[in-house]
């Protein structure tokens, strides 16, 4: 299988459609803890890739990375916008120069998670979209170390994004707006872990539609 940006357009698409269909739902979830305007702010930043995505197909990864980035960074706003771009300048950083595989791919991601942890002053537990992206970077670094397959890793990455997107019902914000909610943020899940849930789980879907064809 050839994972090259190539693929870009129609992981954008994927990532355009999930969104689109449980739009309500994640407006719903921003509104109670937050201001309702999470999936706004996403989508202005998916309109602008989709733009792009003729000119990112053509790119080496980390270039791709760091033009969205770049894109997100100044299209999304809100908190998410800065956090978003954060991640994926430093997936470029991280994987500058690197061939693509699942060991340097994982690298790649914990580098942009850590990032992301770095920006926004938060780590696991504070009711985040880091509560999914640190449990799928645990276990893509996992799966590199035992030798994963690609079509093992795909499998599992979806049930530990939804685990990482559920494990924020219970949690009290202590970042970004909902915090000003303290204890009344507990029962709702947050917003930003749903939406990075949605994402990761139509990236596999992307990735697991080409390995079923024929190389
Ligand atoms: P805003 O909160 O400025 O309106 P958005 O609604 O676009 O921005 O995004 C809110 C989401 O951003 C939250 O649901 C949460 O997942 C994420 N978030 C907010 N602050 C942080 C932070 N410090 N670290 C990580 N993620 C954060
Ligand atoms: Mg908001």
Known sequence: M???PALLPEIIDAIDNVIEKNAD?????DQAIGDGDHVTNLQRG???LKDQAG???GLEWPAAWQKIGMTMMSTVGGASGSLYGTFFIAMS???AGQPMSLATFAEAFSQGVE????????DAGEKTMLDVLIPVADCLHKAAAEGASLPEVLQTLPGVAIAGMESTRDMIATKGRASFLGERTKGHIDAGAKTMQLM????VGVLQGQSAAPA
């Open 2 to 4: 050839n994972l090259t």
């Open 115 to 122: 990032s992301v942890k770095k920006r926004g002053r938060a």
């Open 93 to 95: 950083k991280a994987s």
């Open 55 to 57: 000119e990112l197909a």
């Open 200 to 203: 990761i789980c139509a990236v």
């Open 25 to 29: 739902q994640v407006t719903e979830l």
């Open 46 to 48: 998916i309109a602008a």
